[in-house]
């Protein structure tokens, strides 16, 4: 279902895609827009291995893609020097294909705003639990569950393996 890549000597394995995830600050989450534009959003969030969390507002215009059709990719960018010299850069980059939908459950939807206070406040975390308690009937979570995965880095990377 999902092509190869064809730049197959350039694809790491799937562990390190599963770190650049973990570790990785922010990604653009890529859906279906208004009138087939597609929408990309710069997206902050948390993956605990099986599921990617984003926090939203309840409302706008990537919930209303969201509703109108599951489908979505996710990219980070972990790495990405310039190389003038060789007219080119030195990156790595993850890609995941799979399906949105908007967190329910209030145990998920808290498992996952917490997983991401604690990504992007750590030593904060009374402050973040007081700023949860505040919002949590106003917040959407979104979870991608990932369907396909790959890993690409630039050809100067992959010869160091």
Same mark, same amino acid.
């Not at 969030?45 to 979505?72: L, T, V, W």
């Not at 790495?79 to 850069?89: D, F, Q, R």
């Not at 402050?127 to 106003?138: C, E, P, W």
């Given at each position: 279902?999902? #092509? ?6 350039? %694809?790491?394995?799937? !562990?390190?895609?599963? /770190? ?6 922010? *990604? ?17 969030? $948390?993956?605990?291995? /099986? &599921?990617? @969390? ?5 409302? *706008? ?8 059709? =599951?489908?979505? =990719?996710?990219?980070?960018?972990? %790495?990405? +020097?310039?190389?003038? /010299?060789?007219?080119? +850069? $030195? @990156? &790595? ?7 949105? =939908?908007?967190?329910? %459950?209030?145990? %998920?939807? #808290?498992?996952?705003? !917490? $997983? ?11 402050? $973040? ?15 991608? +569950?990932? /369907?396909?995965?790959?890993?690409? !880095?630039?050809? !100067? ?5």
């Amino acid at each position: 279902m999902f #092509r190869k890549m064809r730049r197959w000597k350039q %694809e790491f394995p799937i !562990e390190e895609s599963y /770190e650049i995830l973990k570790q990785g600050s922010y *990604g653009t989450l890529a859906l279906q827009g208004d009138e087939g534009y597609p929408y990309a959003v710069p997206m902050a969030y $948390a993956f605990d291995g /099986e &599921k990617i @969390y984003f926090h939203s507002a309840a409302s *706008g215009h990537k919930i209303d893609a969201i509703n109108r059709d =599951s489908k979505a =990719s996710f990219c980070v960018v972990w %790495e990405n +020097t310039n190389i003038p /010299e060789k007219l080119s +850069t $030195a @990156y &790595k980059s993850v890609i995941v294909f799979g399906n949105v =939908s908007i967190v329910e %459950e209030p145990e %998920e939807k #808290r498992y996952a705003i !917490e $997983a991401i206070g604690r990504k992007y406040s750590p030593g904060y975390e009374e402050l $973040a639990a007081k700023s949860i308690d505040r919002d949590f009937n106003f917040l959407r979570i979104i979870a991608l +569950t990932p /369907e396909h995965i790959t890993g690409k !880095e630039a050809m !100067e990377f992959a010869k160091m393996r």
